[in-house]
């Protein structure tokens, strides 16, 4: 048995809006949504903006229509990027990617857009409509996830996991352009003491002011890592000649033999470190760590306090 029909009067009531009703609800919608919408004709010249593209950038319809969305480009985005997006909405096809656009006062905001082409009867392009959804907040916190992910929390220094990807882009480098690098091996000597004589949080504010000292001694093209508890690693690409690696170290070594505040006083520490250089010690990630691991550990089993090469 089937449900009977319902009556005439309801079926009246649901009936389908009319075109000419259509409009104004549409205006409303787009008026009143939560994205942002914005409409150019197709050369990219902007003809409406809705009330949340103006919250949201800053912009009023009356500055941005004429304009293109060149006003509101961040300029971090590639030629190649936009030059996919146009190939994509000129060919008739929608588009979807994240934008990096700038706001009005200068913020940077990003944006997940889809940009579909308007067609007329004939198929040909009149106008193109971009709606995007600010997604600043979520990305932020992305970025922040995989920043904790990858470096270390109380040094900020890129962690193990960081380290080894530096460590492999590094080997994949010097192999394509046949050049060396050094890697460095660095334990504290010193360290528990300080952690027992004056508690954690000073021994946690000691392995801060070691790596901040420690990236003042290289360049901006070396990494610095803390591999976990008072161990460091420096990595120096294309550094392989011994002198040349001796005057890092021995920059390092000084800087860190000055004293460190800790709470109302001071400390010193000392500083064992191993040395492996490629092609000369390992040509794998783990070959090269171990080697100059080794070499930290016969300096501290020597002083402590030094430096060696692996083999030397």
């Not at 000597?189 to 000292?213: C, M, S, T, Y």
């Amino acid at each position: 048995m089937t449900e009977p029909d319902p009556p005439a009067e309801a079926l009246k009531e649901f009936a389908p809006i009319t075109a000419q009703e259509h409009l104004p609800i549409l205006i409303k919608a787009v008026e009143q949504s939560p994205v942002s919408v914005i409409i150019t004709d197709p050369r990219g010249v902007i003809q409406y903006v809705n009330p949340k593209f103006t919250r949201l950038m800053g912009y009023t319809p009356e500055e941005a229509v004429g304009q293109t969305p060149r006003i509101i480009k961040g300029g971090f985005l590639t030629r190649e990027f936009y030059q996919e997006m146009w190939d994509t909405i000129n060919a008739g096809q929608e588009w979807h990617g994240l934008f990096h656009n700038r706001t009005k006062d200068g913020r940077l905001v990003w944006e997940l857009a889809s940009i579909s082409p308007i067609l007329d009867e004939t198929g040909a392009i009149t106008h193109f409509v971009g709606v995007k959804e600010d997604m600043t907040t979520l990305k932020e916190l992305q970025d922040q996830m995989a920043h904790l992910a990858h470096h270390d929390q109380l040094t900020g220094l890129p962690n193990r996991f960081l380290f080894h990807d530096r460590l492999a882009q590094a080997l994949a480098s010097a192999r394509r352009r046949g050049v060396g690098f050094a890697l460095l091996y660095l334990d504290l000597d010193g360290f528990k003491p300080v952690n027992d004589q004056f508690g954690h949080e000073a021994g946690d504010a000691l392995l801060i002011a070691v790596g901040d000292r420690l990236l003042r001694c290289v360049r901006a093209a070396d990494t610095v890592a803390r591999m976990g508890g008072d161990e460091f690693t420096v990595l120096l690409p294309e550094i392989d000649e011994p002198a040349h690696i001796r005057r890092v170290v021995e920059l390092i070594m000084r800087s860190l033999e000055e004293p460190f505040a800790v709470g109302e006083g001071e400390c010193r520490i000392g500083l064992s470190i191993g040395i492996a250089r490629y092609p000369q010690d390992g040509d794998t990630s783990d070959g090269l760590l171990s080697r100059a691991d080794t070499a930290m550990y016969e300096v501290k089993t020597a002083g402590p306090g030094g430096y060696r090469f692996a083999g030397g």
